[in-house]
């Protein structure tokens, strides 16, 4: 059933501030850092930041999980006279790219004209993102999860891969080969934060902070922000650059998956997927498209065997063959042809979380804007269709369908 | 900067580091936890099992709910090996594991297992509940090989 709304939104701009590690962008405040992303989002659209009257938010609009922005404080600051539209998806990151539908929804129903999703992060010593579980008391749900010592989404995620190891059996050298083309895709980016080249060696060197995972596969920990700008198509016709049409989008998951690793409950073949395959099929309803139609996927990769599973709930290949698939270097941009090697498909042509950044999935946005409009730095040829995702994570996970007009 | 396979003995992490919160669902499970008793909430109603304990049986919608014996035995079906004790960052082999309790079906328990070298943990192995104690009086149970006496 082709969605009633698709092709009737775009994104039109997309904005960010230079990336610091973990820590490093203070004395910038998190309203500095959002409202330098929104400015440069509005800059960008060709619009003026008192145009934006929607705010649509993922992470419960919570800023990386540590610190708290809201649209109050925002629309002080920034001058925007009135909001028609603030609400945000719940739980985290899983929601980044189905915020794109949230704007899409406020758009559609003429709550607002010009939305606007932001992310910014900012983590201070004393209040670490990936020690998020480990630093609060364990509350009733997950005192029966944290006093086993999986006390970060990292160890949660590692007995994931184990499963998916023993079902499928999964090379772990294929985790590093995820590893190493986000690696490679980062090279040529001046504002990427890990660029040196990765061979199998260094990956192997990396210590293992959760068997099966390495240091190597835990994404990186960035201060920044970037925001990105959604309006209806005829406001995008007067925007400065061409429209990214939001093609399809869904956000949320089975129960199946429900509460993810932090409940540990999923049957199989749940428990050893990314929890993505509810909204794939969302998605692919929608469209009528399949995996074979996109021409560059950006996965969200915050640990890095959740991009194979990622392949196999969207079918890139199939359940158990994401393995096979990683190894035959299918996930990198080929120089050669411009697609992806091998005849498969280009995944994280920014270098993703792994290498880029970590702004909660917003870099992924970005880059999917800038594939199609044809200014990315590792451009995918005749890139016509960019798939973006949120998550994996306790619902909502996200999928987003964005398409060259 | 332990290469995998030499890990050695795998470890409880210690007790009196850690604490649970409890309430009105999920205090039943603890309260017998203390007597060293393992059980899992059933649905009074359907009799299907669902942890950890919630207000509605997810099946059959009913609050009813009973909280029978189980064996104490069950299988790993899934774990993960940390060499750093996370509450104080030294060196520590602990591995968290995945169980399916036998008597159970559905539930999962998540603790450590001790008694065996961490690389000899694997998906499948039969367990039986250790308790430990904790912060406040509390107990949890983990695991040990079934192959120990």
């Given amino acids: 059933m082709a969605w009633v709304n698709s092709d009737t939104c775009a994104i039109v701009g997309i904005g960010a501030t230079e990336f610091f590690p973990r820590g490093k962008s203070w004395p910038r405040t998190i309203n500095e850092l959002a409202g330098e992303a929104i400015l440069a989002a509005c800059e960008d659209a060709g619009i003026g930041v008192r145009d934006i009257d929607g705010f649509a938010y993922y992470a419960g609009a919570t800023a990386g999980y540590v610190d708290k922005f809201d649209t109050g404080s925002l629309m002080e600051t920034l001058g925007m006279p009135a909001v028609s539209f603030t609400a945000a998806l719940t739980s985290g990151g899983g929601g980044s790219a189905g915020a794109i539908g949230l704007a899409t929804a406020a758009l559609k129903n003429e709550d607002c004209r010009y939305a606007v999703t932001v992310m910014a992060c900012q983590q201070m010593p004393h209040a670490r993102l990936g020690a998020v579980f480990g630093a609060m008391k364990p509350d009733p749900e997950l005192s029966f999860l944290q006093p086993s010592g999986l006390v970060g989404p990292g160890h949660l995620v590692s007995v994931l891969t184990r499963r998916h190891m023993h079902l499928y059996g999964t090379d772990p050298a294929a985790l590093g080969e995820i590893v190493m083309a986000s690696r490679q895709h980062a090279s040529n980016r001046s504002n990427a934060m890990r660029r040196t080249p990765l061979s199998r060696e260094d990956y192997e060197a990396s210590v293992m902070l959760a068997e099966p995972l390495r240091r190597l596969d835990f994404c990186l920990e960035t201060d920044g922000a970037v925001a990105v700008i959604t309006t209806t198509i005829d406001r995008a016709k007067d925007c400065r650059h061409p429209p990214a049409l939001v093609h399809g989008v869904a956000h949320g998951a089975s129960r199946a998956w429900g509460r993810a690793f932090s409940w540990m409950g999923m049957p199989d073949p749940e428990f050893a997927s990314s929890g993505h395959r509810f909204t794939a099929d969302r998605l692919w309803d929608q469209t009528g498209l399949s995996a074979r139609d996109v021409d560059v996927a950006l996965l969200y990769d915050h640990f890095s065997p959740m991009v194979l599973m990622q392949l196999e709930d969207y079918g890139f290949c199939v359940q158990g063959e994401g393995s096979d698939f990683v190894l035959s270097g299918r996930t990198r941009l080929d120089p050669a042809t411009g697609r992806g090697a091998n005849g498969g498909i280009a995944v994280n042509t920014h270098g993703g979380h792994l290498s880029d950044a970590y702004i909660v999935g917003m870099t992924h946005l970005v880059e999917a804007v800038e594939q199609l409009r044809g200014t990315a730095i590792n451009q995918v040829r005749d890139c016509n269709l960019a798939l973006v995702t949120g998550g994996p994570a306790p619902v909502p996970v996200s999928s987003l369908l964005l398409r060259r007009a | ?149």
């Fill in chain 2, 1 to 149: 900067m332990t290469a995998a396979g030499t890990y050695g003995p795998a470890r409880f992490l210690p007790g009196d580091q850690i604490a649970i919160s409890t309430n009105p669902d999920t205090e039943p499970f603890w309260s017998a936890a203390k007597d060293e008793r393992l059980t899992a909430c059933q649905c009074g109603a359907c009799g299907r099992f669902r942890m950890p304990p919630s207000p509605f049986c997810p099946y059959c919608s009913s609050r009813d709910k009973q909280w029978p014996e189980l064996p104490g035995t069950g299988a790993v079906f899934s774990y993960a090996i940390c060499s750093r004790n996370p509450a104080t960052g030294a060196d520590f082999v602990y591995v968290p594991v995945v169980v399916e309790p036998d008597g159970a079906p559905g539930v999962r328990l998540i603790g450590n297992i001790a008694g065996c070298d961490a690389e000899d943990v694997h998906i499948g192995m039969p367990v039986k509940v250790a308790w430990t104690d904790i912060q406040d009086g509390w107990k949890i149970p983990n695991f040990m090989p079934q192959s120990l006496a």
